[in-house]
């Protein structure tokens, strides 16, 4: 089982990145929010879940260790595989997950790509007194960094590659203002501003 590695970033292409560690490169899926901060020659240290199927092994990275546990009981609802459960977390924060099955507020989840109305409620009733703790972990995440990543989700949902999207969103982020970076709105413009019309295809 790979719980962790640390290495230098080899390859970033969309939200799969190459870590290099002792001399082999490892694929990993990692979030929009997290793929944005790793930079080629730079070093990651994620924690990982390792997925094993009959015909696939797959590796999953995160951040922080509260995602990694997050991961796990999303993928413990039935219904609900790895790449179902990365987008619940490309949306929502573990605060925001643990917030909504407080509140049972399935609503949140039917947002995410890939996650039906059954499905949806099948999260809230499943995790339900599970996340108690991960309510009070929001600072850990600075506020700004989910500004990018939801306009990336965003543009990916509007059709951009999502290549294309992060590289817009980099763009923006380069140039906007202290204001425009902490709203999703008006970085949603600049990137659309960099992106042009037609770019969704």
């Known amino acids: 089982m790979i719980a962790s590695l640390r290495g230098t ?42 997925i094993v199927r009959e015909d696939d092994l797959s590796l999953y990275g995160f951040a922080e260790s509260d995602e ?22 490309a949306a929502m924060s573990p605060g925001e997950i643990a917030q909504a099955v407080a509140r049972e507020d399935d609503g949140a989840f039917r947002k995410v790509s890939g996650i039906g109305p059954k499905t949806a ?5 499943s995790l339900a007194g599970k996340l108690m703790g991960f309510t009070a972990t929001r600072s850990t995440v600075p506020v700004r960094s989910s500004v ?16 294309v ?12 203002t202290e204001s425009d970076r902490e709203a ?18």
């Open 121 to 125: 409620k099948l999260i809230v009733v």
């Open 184 to 201: 999703v709105p008006a970085l949603l413009r600049l990137a659309l501003a960099n992106l042009g019309p037609g770019g969704s295809g």
């Open 9 to 50: 970033v080899l390859a970033a292409v969309g939200t799969t990145v190459v870590i290099e560690v002792g001399g082999v490169g490892l694929s990993v899926q990692v979030t929009p929010q997290q793929a944005l901060g790793l930079r080629v020659g730079s070093e990651a240290s994620l924690r990982t879940a390792l």
């Open 68 to 89: 990694l546990s997050v991961f796990d009981l999303l993928r413990g609802v039935t219904g609900v595989g790895p790449k179902s459960a990365m987008g619940v977390l």
């Open 165 to 176: 999207a992060m590289q817009a969103v980099e763009d923006a982020v380069a140039v906007a």
């Open 148 to 163: 990018p990543q939801s306009v990336t989700v965003a543009l990916v949902g509007l059709g951009w590659p999502e290549r």
